[in-house]
């Protein structure tokens, strides 16, 4: 059991070492700000859109035609 509580103190210690790290980086660290520019090329500002075309609807005329074309021939 002792060499559990020495493995469990020596983690708490790590622990608290990185802890206090971070912290001492938050404190005394200031970033430096300078102005950025990206460019952005011109196809992502306005893409192509693709025009998917509907089929027209079908007129009453077309529909009496094919149905006329699906007919037996008249065999004489």
């Given at each position: 059991?002792?060499?559990?509580?020495?493995?469990?103190?020596?983690?708490?210690?790590?622990?608290?070492?990185?802890?206090?790290?971070?912290?001492?980086?938050?404190?005394?660290?200031?970033?430096?700000?300078?102005?950025?520019?990206?460019?952005?090329?011109?196809?992502?500002?306005?893409?192509?859109?693709?025009?998917?075309?509907?089929?027209?609807?079908?007129?009453?005329?077309?529909?009496e035609?094919?149905?006329?074309?699906?007919?037996?021939?008249?065999?004489?």
């Amino acid at each position: 059991m002792p060499s559990l509580i020495r493995f469990v103190v020596v983690l708490g210690i790590l622990a608290g070492i990185a802890y206090g790290a971070m912290a001492a980086l938050v404190f005394f660290v200031e970033p430096q700000t300078r102005p950025m520019s990206v460019t952005v090329p011109a196809d992502r500002l306005d893409p192509q859109r693709i025009i998917v075309r509907q089929p027209e609807p079908e007129t009453v005329d077309a529909v009496e035609a094919a149905e006329g074309e699906d007919e037996p021939a008249d065999p004489q």
